[in-house]
Structures are given as structure tokens and as C-alpha cells.
């Protein structure tokens, strides 16, 4: 089964992937969030324009086309409020490193747990991962906490391992493997495998 542009993952919550259309919200949603996201996203600082917002879409969206795996928009009634997706992945080792970030007004709700178990599913189901990462700041308590409810292990702590605004900050790898995923009971995998069908 191919990756699909849209998912529901239930009444009023979906993943999209992002594109042109969706420049100038996500741009708006940047600005609105600065200081908030500052904390723990280093990308924040060099994101100044929507010619910036743009270039991560048009980089984003080729990277889905090649099968390299999706960043999806998480819309909350239909209101563009975070990202969830994957850096490019390793086609030949089977690797996936998973980031995600969400509105601080939509904290609390639980979208981004749910986001994040959808991404990681298409991940093992759609792209055949074999091992999926997630990389954490040691003092991101929220991140780390969307990684543990998915059943990933802390593997590692890295020192001095990200560059964040001027500083250098420990970081955390948190890891998933596919066997571990399809242990899993299936209310923990969120398994929605039915949802994973393009919109028409």
C-alpha cells in the first residue's frame, strides 16, 4: 500500500500532508507559537518568512513524493494546530527518526500522542521500518512523554548532541522496533488500519 496524502484518525482529527495551500497557515501558526516553540525547536530561529515555510513545504512534500517517508500537518477541526512526520529516512538499514511539535493552545487534548502513534504505524505498516527513533532534549518532559506512550525504550543520552540557540543540549534517543510494535496490544498501536486509505 502506497503513502496517502490524508488520514483520519477519528471525528475531527486528521493528518494531512503538507503543500502549498497550507504555506501561509503554517507560517501564521509559526509566528503564533515562536516563543513557545523556541524551547526545544532549533529550526524556530532561521524560520523568518513564508519563503522559509515554503521551502521546508516544497522539501517536505518531495520527500514524500520519493517515498522517503510523510510530514503531515495535525489539523483539530479542520484548524492547521502542528507537524508530525519523519526526517528523510534510511531506505537501506530500514531507520526512521520521527519529530513532532504541536500549538501550545492544543496542548493537553491528546492530538499529538495520536498523531504520533499514526505516524509511527504508517511507518512499520506502509513504509517497512524495521526500527523507528525518536530524539528528545533530557529536559523536554512533554516529548519524552509522547515517545514513552508509545512504547518506545530510552536507549540513550547523548551529550551536548543538539545546538540550541547558542547552547549545546543532552538529548535523549528513544527507540521502537517493528517485532516490539507488533507485540504490542492493539489498542496500544491505535490500529486503524482501515483509516489508512487516500480521501477521494
Keep these: 500500500m502506497a503513502p496517502v496524502l490524508k488520514i483520519d484518525i477519528e471525528s475531527g482529527l486528521r493528518l494531512e500532508i503538507l503543500q502549498a495551500q497550507h504555506i501561509n497557515e503554517l507560517f501564521q501558526l509559526v509566528v503564533n507559537n515562536r516563543k513557545h516553540l523556541q524551547q526545544w525547536m532549533p529550526w524556530v530561529d532561521s524560520t523568518k518568512s513564508k519563503a522559509d515555510v515554503s521551502n521546508f513545504v516544497q522539501m517536505t512534500f518531495d520527500q514524500f513524493s520519493k517515498n522517503l517517508g510523510p510530514n503531515r500537518g495535525i489539523f483539530y477541526h479542520d484548524i492547521l494546530c502542528g507537524v508530525a512526520g519523519y526526517k528523510p529516512i ?16 492544543y496542548q493537553g487534548l491528546g492530538l499529538m500522542t495520536k498523531s504520533a502513534a499514526m505516524i509511527v504505524k504508517e511507518g512499520f505498516e506502509i513504509l517497512a521500518l524495521n526500527r523507528i527513533e525518536i530524539y528528545c532534549a533530557v529536559d523536554n518532559v512533554r516529548s519524552q512523554n509522547v515517545a514513552k506512550r508509545l512504547g518506545f525504550k530510552h536507549e540513550a543520552t547523548l551529550r551536548e548532541h543538539e545546538r540550541l540557540h547558542n547552547r549545546f543540549v543532552d538529548v535523549t534517543l528513544f527507540s521502537l522496533l517493528k517485532r516490539e510494535y507488533l507485540n504490542q496490544p492493539i489498542e496500544q498501536r491505535h490500529d486503524r488500519t482501515h483509516h489508512l486509505a487516500e480521501h477521494t
Design 90 to 105: 534510511d531506505p537501506i538499514n530500514k531507520i526512521g527518526q520521527v519529530g513532532y511539535w504541536l500549538s501550545e493552545q
